[in-house]
């Protein structure tokens, strides 16, 4: 059979535009279904971002193999007004379909936030601007306010005591009104009854044992001897006694990184000077790990009232229960200290 001419250029036509219209399609279900994630990490949405902000966001984390793919499937989502503030976490293979649905759902990843090691509020606010969208002044604002400190029941000085250093999950976004909330939380379920009834025997409230534990902490880095330095400080204590303990002297000054205590340094006022004044000082001096909390809580029974780091600098500790036998120790330490000569 012979077709007219022109019934041929329709048929070629037709051919060519269902040639078109399937090469359209499988390209248009590559855009949706294909792989196009490169690899797995975390894209950072701030609060009030644009829909290029976002581009921008993915394009400086090389997280896309085809942007023009990413681009086709948000318009057609109405990903453009429907933008989400958070840390999104972004697996490796993943299709724009996939992720476009997860950035549109607001579905964020845990961030983990790990805080210790830390003496000062500033050094605080500054650790979790690190994990959290919130800027350090913001935190820092939170964590110096004493009104918030009376909210949950501390006063200024007292309310290191309530963070106690840990891994914690928190949103991207989390507030600063939002984490120290969160904070309280931890903070209740960690006082256990159990443990309210350690400190209490021990003659301590929660915050004063949070109180001696920073002090412990400072005054060794071995583990093994923290129940025992405890000890010395409960048993003077229960004396009355002035703790005279160096690292409160330190707080005082606000240098921690002082070798040597002079007289100079004792005579500062201060009521964290415990050369000075009987008791605990108002709040902890730095924010005390777990375990240094715990070496609090069972601390070692002894007759221990002094101790004095060994003169080897091995970080370890000569205990004594008399005033003679502790300045002997004393001795031996300051002449180390001069063979060494550290003087400051």
């Not at 048929?11 to 279900?29: E, T, W």
């Not at 994990?131 to 604002?141: G, M, N, P, Q, V």
Request: glycine residues 4%.
């Amino acid at each position: 059979m012979v077709f007219p001419r022109v019934g041929k250029w329709v048929i070629i036509l037709v051919s060519v535009g269902f040639i078109a219209a399937g090469i359209r399609a499988f390209q248009l279900y590559g855009y949706i279904f294909e792989n196009n994630v490169k690899h797995t990490g975390f894209v950072y949405i701030p609060d009030d971002a644009t829909y290029n902000q976002v581009i921008d966001s993915l394009k400086a984390g090389d997280f896309l193999a085809n942007y023009k793919s990413i681009k086709w499937v948000a318009n057609k989502k109405k990903y453009p007004d429907l933008i989400k503030p958070g840390a999104y976490k972004l697996e490796k293979n993943w299709s724009n379909n996939k992720l476009i649905d997860v950035l549109r759902s607001g579905a964020q990843a845990p961030i983990k936030v790990t805080f210790n090691n830390i003496r000062f509020r500033k050094d605080l606010a500054a650790r979790l601007s690190h994990y959290l969208e919130a800027d350090s002044t913001a935190f820092l604002k939170e964590l110096t306010d004493t009104a918030v400190a009376r909210k949950y029941g501390f006063t200024y000085a007292s309310f290191p005591a309530m963070f106690i250093p840990n891994t914690y999950e928190f949103y991207w976004t989390t507030t600063p009104v939002e984490f120290v909330d969160r904070i309280k939380q931890e903070f209740d379920r960690f006082w256990t009854d159990e443990r309210k009834k350690k400190a209490e025997a021990a003659g301590l409230t929660p915050v004063q044992a949070t109180t001696l534990a920073s002090i412990v902490q400072e005054e060794t880095v071995k583990p093994d001897e923290m129940h025992k330095i405890a000890g010395v400080y409960i048993n003077r204590l229960k004396r009355g006694w002035r703790l005279q303990a160096d690292p409160t002297v330190k707080f005082a000054v606000g240098d921690f990184s002082i070798k040597r205590i002079l007289n100079q340094h004792l005579e500062i006022e201060s009521p964290y000077n415990t050369y000075k004044y009987k008791g605990l000082p108002p709040g902890p001096i730095n924010f005390p790990n777990p375990k240094s909390i715990e070496a609090v809580l069972n601390y070692e029974k002894s007759n221990y009232l002094y101790f004095c780091a060994k003169e080897d600098f091995s970080g370890y500790h000569n205990f004594s229960r008399t005033l003679r036998e502790h300045n002997r120790n004393a001795a031996r330490y300051q002449r180390a200290l001069n063979k060494n000569r550290i003087f400051k």
